[in-house]
């Protein structure tokens, strides 16, 4: 009897730590109360008393904050760096180039104002963006955080009202986009193998956006005089390892990239993971794959791109808060992810467009490395007003 007493309690404190070894805030911060984890990581839970066990470390401000550790040595433990060598690896804490000196490195610092004139010149260059003539949505119901995991269908009808295919669809950064966004497999634990063909259409999808528009090119030529690549070929090809390089959510598998989960979507444990790209939710919907159920927050602009953070059921699938830029070209969704990845990894990226603010949250997938200490792509999306 005393065994079986002693074996449960063992039973029941192993669970507990997995559990908790599972229930990380790392990806996490901001995200409302989710039922699905033992513990939680937003601003609440220090008031329920529920936060995980490492909520000061990778969402507490000073976690990502420079103040009092400007030329700190290097701590593989920190979430972000302050010293010398931080620009050269995308490292920097976001307070970075405001509270410490460049010493160089690896290029010049990156400044929120320069991201957002830079993002201000990406917006104006935007020529294949979709107009008021050629897309309309109907966004319908709108709810508060509180109330996005109801998974309760407030919208009779679906979010796009109507898209000019023929005049967006033929554009060739269109037609390149659509080229790749199907060779993914949704499911994670299914390992990606792509064929000759799906491997030159990822070169080509590069290629069309970045060399062959004058949107990609102001992009390189600011990352170029800032010292991030030292020639376009380094800059298409560190674009395609950060975007294309498989790695694995689940079971060891190489199931997943940064363009798959961003673009393209999947599904992991029974959710929707990623999927923050409007023509793939247009596709699906049309299809009748996707049901549209409401909308958590909203530009509204007023004119394309629009922001709006999005519930619905992908084939049986629940997404939370699926948020995407509405309306922008491939070329500039690209732009905007790969300009906030490169600059702010790991971090929250203060843009403006039109003369309205966006914040994109970007992740970095912490396991898989190339190159010099560069990660791959693990999320980026647009994240709420409020932060």
């Not at 490492?54 to 990502?64: H, N, P, V, W």
């Not at 709810?143 to 407030?154: C, K, R």
């Not at 956006?209 to 102001?218: A, C, D, I, P, Y």
């Amino acid at each position: 009897m005393k065994f079986v007493v002693v074996f449960a309690l063992w039973g029941t404190l192993f669970c507990q730590g997995y559990s908790n070894s599972l229930d990380s805030c790392q990806g996490r911060c901001d995200y409302g109360t989710d039922s699905n984890y033992s513990c939680q990581c937003n601003p609440s839970c220090e008031r329920f008393k529920d936060c995980c066990s490492d909520y000061a470390q990778f969402c507490k401000e000073g976690s990502t904050s420079c103040k009092g550790r400007c030329d700190e040595k290097y701590n593989p433990d920190n979430k972000c760096h302050c010293n010398s060598k931080c620009s050269q690896h995308n490292n920097c804490c976001s307070d970075y180039a405001d509270l410490c000196d460049d010493s160089g490195g690896g290029g010049s610092v990156i400044t929120d104002a320069e991201l957002k004139a830079l993002s201000e010149s990406l917006y104006a260059l935007d020529s294949n963006k979709a107009s008021a003539s050629q897309l309309v949505i109907d966004p319908q119901a709108l709810v508060p955080d509180s109330e996005t995991n109801a998974q309760t269908d407030l919208s009779s009808r679906p979010l796009f009202r109507y898209l000019d295919e023929d005049a967006l669809f033929s554009k060739p950064t269109y037609a390149a986009f659509l080229a790749v966004l199907d060779n993914y497999q949704r499911m994670t634990g299914q390992t990606e193998d792509f064929s000759p063909q799906q491997l030159a259409e990822q070169e080509a999808f590069v290629r069309e956006t970045m060399s062959n528009t004058e949107l990609g090119r102001e992009l390189f030529a600011f990352l170029y005089t800032k010292g991030r690549y030292a020639s376009e070929e380094e800059f298409i090809q560190d674009l395609k390892m950060m975007w294309f390089g498989l790695y694995s959510r689940y079971n060891n598998k190489m199931d997943s990239s940064g363009f798959e989960h961003i673009f393209a979507g999947e599904v992991k444990g029974g959710k929707v993971s990623g999927f923050h790209n409007w023509i793939q939710f247009y596709l699906l919907e049309k299809k009748g794959l996707l049901n549209y159920y409401s909308h958590s927050f909203d530009g509204p602009w007023n004119t394309y791109p629009d922001v709006l953070g999005m519930q619905f059921k992908w084939d049986g699938y629940f997404k939370q808060v699926g948020s995407a830029i509405i309306g922008c070209s491939p070329e500039f969704d690209f732009a905007v992810y790969s300009l906030c990845y490169i600059t702010r990894p790991g971090k929250l990226c203060r843009l403006s467009l039109g003369g309205k603010e966006l914040a994109i949250q970007t992740y970095t997938w912490d396991k898989s490395f190339y190159g010099d200490r560069k990660k791959y792509i693990a999320s980026a999306f647009p994240s709420t007003p409020r932060n």
